[in-house]
């Protein structure tokens, strides 16, 4: 009896014949570190920012710094980062308090949100992507950046927009126990629930990792900040992740889902051809299937020919 096995097209499902992986290089996910507040209006600030920035690069990790504009200043930014917007002044003007847009009004929300991005490009940064301060927009206020920007990520909840690339959160900065004193105990507990939610973390996801300037000031100056720092990155450092940045992210992902693919069977063989090769991106039969070759792609061939060990082997059918 012939077995039929069906292709289908869907992002890491083990028992397909063909997987198309989901992110460069087979990466299991995409990992994006963030930091919030990011500031470099005064000496003393420019020092922090360097220091953070120098930390992320011996530990190859590239990030995406959401600036405030008001306390932002031209500087040198590596090219594997991206500079993003973090409001205005991350002060709400009617209140004072750190959720800048809260209770104001749309009209108001897109001045601000408009003179902080003319701000940051004066200082001849590229802006593309945004983050709420004290993550104060509401999902209906998202529309808002759509003509401005490439993507959102004020929120911390999933989204079917692909304009809002959500954050996880807490801040990874904000339960480093440090001298400043803080449970040692809690704190472990804390730290083992994120790493082990990292371990458990949906395909298909970009994992979107939240911190802050201050909180970065804190635990540069202590030890035990900084060691913990160390054992983070040395974790993900050990995992296939393809770290990069929103901006990246964003650009890959759009690019990626505009290919299209053409399945034609021919004498037994099932020939799949996609509309456009993406650098990094894998096609590849799955090792449970028996062919009479592995099937890869490269940016010069976007055909991929499958067929079976024999008459008396698999037969192919197209979806």
């Given at each position: 009896?012939?077995?039929?096995?069906?292709?289908?097209?869907?992002?890491?499902?083990?028992?397909?014949?063909?997987?198309?992986?989901?992110?460069?290089?087979?990466?299991?996910?995409?990992?994006?570190?963030?930091?919030?507040?990011?500031s470099a209006s005064e000496p003393y600030e420019q020092q922090?920012?360097?220091?953070?920035?120098?930390?992320?690069?011996?530990?190859?990790?590239?990030?995406?710094?959401?600036?405030?504009?008001?306390?932002?200043?031209?500087?040198?930014?590596?090219?594997?980062?991206?500079?993003?917007?973090?409001?205005?002044?991350?002060?709400?003007?009617?209140?004072?308090?750190?959720?800048?847009?809260?209770?104001?009004?749309?009209?108001?929300?897109?001045?601000?949100?408009?003179?902080?991005?003319?701000?940051?490009?004066?200082?001849?940064?590229?802006i593309v992507g945004h983050r709420a301060p004290g993550w104060?927009?509401?999902?209906?206020?998202?529309?808002?950046?759509?003509?401005?920007?490439?993507?959102?990520?004020?929120?911390?909840?999933?989204?079917?927009?692909?304009?809002?690339?959500?954050?996880?959160?807490?801040?990874?900065?904000?339960?480093?126990?440090?001298?400043?004193?803080?449970?040692?105990?809690?704190?472990?507990?804390?730290?083992?629930?994120?790493?082990?939610?990292?371990?458990?973390?949906?395909?298909?996801?970009?994992?979107?990792?939240?911190?802050?300037?201050?909180?970065?000031?804190?635990?540069?100056?202590?030890?035990?900040?900084?060691?913990?720092?160390?054992?983070?990155?040395?974790?993900?450092?050990?995992?296939?992740?393809?770290?990069?940045?929103?901006?990246?992210?964003?650009?890959?992902?759009?690019?990626?889902?505009?290919?299209?693919?053409?399945?034609?069977?021919?004498?037994?063989?099932?020939?799949?051809?996609?509309?456009?090769?993406?650098?990094?991106?894998?096609?590849?039969?799955?090792?449970?299937?028996?062919?009479?070759?592995?099937?890869?792609?490269?940016?010069?061939?976007?055909?991929?020919?499958?067929?079976?060990?024999?008459?008396?082997?698999?037969?192919?059918?197209?979806?």
């Amino acid at each position: 009896m012939r077995w039929l096995i069906f292709l289908f097209i869907v992002p890491v499902v083990a028992a397909s014949p063909i997987s198309i992986k989901e992110y460069p290089n087979a990466s299991s996910h995409a990992f994006i570190f963030t930091v919030d507040d990011f500031s470099a209006s005064e000496p003393y600030e420019q020092q922090i920012a360097g220091d953070i920035i120098s930390f992320l690069e011996e530990e190859q990790v590239p990030a995406t710094l959401f600036a405030i504009p008001e306390r932002m200043s031209p500087m040198d930014i590596p090219a594997s980062f991206e500079v993003a917007q973090h409001g205005f002044s991350h002060v709400n003007p009617k209140t004072g308090s750190v959720f800048e847009y809260e209770g104001l009004t749309d009209q108001e929300i897109k001045e601000r949100i408009t003179q902080g991005k003319a701000m940051l490009e004066s200082m001849d940064y590229i802006i593309v992507g945004h983050r709420a301060p004290g993550w104060s927009l509401r999902k209906d206020q998202v529309g808002l950046l759509k003509e401005d920007y490439l993507y959102d990520s004020s929120m911390r909840t999933s989204s079917v927009d692909p304009f809002e690339i959500p954050a996880y959160w807490p801040d990874l900065t904000s339960f480093i126990c440090t001298k400043s004193g803080c449970s040692r105990f809690i704190a472990a507990v804390k730290q083992e629930f994120f790493s082990w939610s990292l371990r458990v973390w949906p395909k298909g996801r970009p994992v979107v990792i939240v911190s802050h300037y201050w909180g970065w000031e804190k635990a540069l100056k202590d030890e035990a900040g900084v060691a913990y720092l160390r054992e983070f990155f040395d974790e993900v450092n050990k995992e296939k992740y393809w770290k990069t940045t929103l901006h990246a992210y964003q650009e890959w992902t759009a690019k990626k889902q505009a290919v299209t693919y053409t399945f034609i069977q021919d004498r037994g063989k099932l020939i799949i051809s996609w509309s456009e090769c993406l650098p990094g991106l894998t096609y590849e039969v799955e090792p449970g299937l028996k062919v009479e070759s592995s099937c890869k792609s490269s940016c010069k061939e976007n055909t991929c020919v499958i067929e079976p060990v024999s008459s008396e082997g698999p037969s192919l059918s197209v979806p």
